[in-house]
């Protein structure tokens, strides 16, 4: 028996209208799709850790470091408030932290220096919650002592420092001083430094420094000259609920004024 004739029907093309409007009803389906998916932050408040030591360590998978301890103990005061806190174990870059705060992909993070800038991205707890000291680290031959921003400019040294770090910030402003602030990690920065090429200082906080460069292995030293003391602050999301935000906050100003906030951070500091 001989078979019937098959006929290929030709797809018809769309025109650039039906294109457009395909195009907008795809965004539309996502959108309803983004919106039946359940919110991580209407269930639990995420503090972001960064890769920053001391501040933030992870030991035996344990959450640690000045600002871990303290995250630590917001977490236990806020569970006892029926509050869930999610803590997001992974160390991440200063840049990257702060478009997650800003943009409410987490709620929180410990650590922040204020500037006017910042202060439009975000909310700033009422207190802050521990200070730090600007210094800086050179190579362990280094003869130089700089006692001044002045001194730095004076020398045309380049100054290296971290990007996206209010210390950077700070520095870039300093007349005269020259600086370099496109180091992505503290790693990479102490590498640099103690090849003794190109970057001759490199700009940081006290906390940071005094604790990274004696386990570095590297031949560097931190210089003793304080540049700047500044108050670190936890910023807050603005997507953040408002509720959880209040209460975060007056958790923090009640660990301040009693005491507890400095007997976390404090043998971080010494």
Same mark, same amino acid.
């Given at each position: 028996?001989?078979?019937?004739?098959?006929?290929?029907?030709?797809?018809? /093309?769309?025109?650039?209208?039906? %294109?457009?409007?395909l195009?907008?009803?795809?965004?539309?389906?996502?959108?309803?799709?983004m919106?039946?998916?359940?919110?991580?932050?209407?269930?639990?408040?995420?503090?972001v850790?960064?890769?920053?030591?001391?501040?933030?360590?992870?030991?035996?998978?344990?959450?640690?470091?000045?600002?871990?301890?303290?995250?630590?103990?917001?977490?236990?005061?806020? !569970?006892?408030?029926?509050? !869930?806190?999610?803590?997001?174990?992974?160390?991440?870059?200063?840049?990257?932290?702060?478009?997650?705060?800003?943009?409410?992909?987490?709620?929180a993070?410990?650590g922040?220096?204020? !500037?006017? %800038?910042?202060?439009?991205?975000?909310?700033?707890? /009422?207190?802050?919650?521990?200070?730090?000291?600007?210094?800086?680290?050179?190579?362990e031959?280094?003869?130089?002592?700089?006692?001044?921003?002045?001194?730095?400019?004076?020398?045309?040294?380049?100054?290296?420092? =971290?990007l996206?770090?209010?210390?950077?910030?700070?520095?870039?402003?300093?007349?005269?001083?020259?600086?370099?602030?496109?180091?992505?990690?503290?790693? !990479?920065?102490?590498?640099? =430094?103690?090849?003794?090429?190109f970057?001759?200082?490199?700009?940081?906080?006290?906390? &940071?420094?005094?604790?990274?460069?004696?386990?570095?292995?590297?031949?560097? %030293?931190?210089?003793?000259?304080?540049?700047?003391?500044?108050?670190?602050?936890?910023?807050?999301?603005?997507?953040?609920?408002?509720?959880?935000?209040?209460?975060?906050?007056?958790?923090?100003?009640?660990?301040?004024?009693? &005491?507890?906030?400095?007997?976390? /951070?404090?043998?971080?500091?010494?």
């Amino acid at each position: 028996m001989p078979f019937g004739r098959i006929t290929f029907t030709k797809h018809p /093309t769309l025109s650039h209208g039906s %294109k457009r409007l395909l195009s907008i009803r795809l965004l539309v389906i996502t959108w309803l799709t983004m919106l039946s998916l359940p919110v991580l932050s209407d269930t639990a408040l995420k503090f972001v850790m960064q890769d920053s030591a001391p501040k933030y360590l992870i030991k035996d998978g344990r959450v640690r470091g000045l600002c871990g301890d303290v995250y630590m103990a917001l977490k236990s005061r806020l !569970n006892a408030k029926g509050i !869930n806190v999610v803590i997001t174990k992974e160390l991440l870059p200063i840049k990257r932290i702060l478009m997650m705060v800003e943009s409410g992909i987490s709620d929180a993070y410990c650590g922040a220096g204020r !500037n006017p %800038k910042r202060e439009e991205r975000f909310i700033y707890s /009422t207190l802050p919650v521990y200070s730090v000291s600007n210094v800086v680290a050179a190579h362990e031959k280094e003869l130089f002592i700089p006692q001044s921003f002045n001194d730095l400019s004076e020398s045309k040294a380049l100054v290296g420092a =971290l990007l996206g770090t209010s210390s950077a910030t700070f520095l870039k402003q300093q007349r005269g001083v020259v600086v370099d602030d496109q180091f992505h990690t503290l790693d !990479n920065a102490l590498e640099v =430094l103690a090849k003794n090429q190109f970057v001759r200082f490199f700009y940081y906080h006290d906390l &940071g420094l005094n604790y990274l460069v004696p386990n570095s292995g590297l031949p560097l %030293k931190v210089l003793p000259t304080k540049f700047r003391s500044t108050p670190q602050w936890v910023i807050y999301s603005k997507q953040t609920r408002k509720d959880w935000r209040t209460i975060l906050d007056e958790e923090i100003s009640l660990m301040v004024n009693s &005491g507890e906030m400095s007997a976390i /951070t404090q043998p971080y500091l010494q």
